[in-house]
């Protein structure tokens, strides 16, 4: 099983202040919805339509995996 270690800084505006490993393609997968959410403002629309709703991230298996570390 691969595993990656990322600092997860600056090149996806995200600053995390510590270190933490992750299975490979559940980071690529999550990452990559990020960068989905971010590049289309998704996120922002949402909440400027319903400023006090709660953004909730499941997944089964492999996808809750990449809910955990998207989250």
Known sequence: MAFLES???DEFGV???QEFSAHAGMLEA????????IGRH???QALSQCPDADIVLTGHSL???TASILG
């Open 15 to 17: 600053d995390i202040d």
């Open 63 to 65: 996808g809750a995996g």
């Open 30 to 37: 999550a990452l990559n919805i990020y960068r989905e959410l």
């Open 42 to 44: 998704v996120i922002n």
């Open 7 to 9: 600092t997860c800084q």
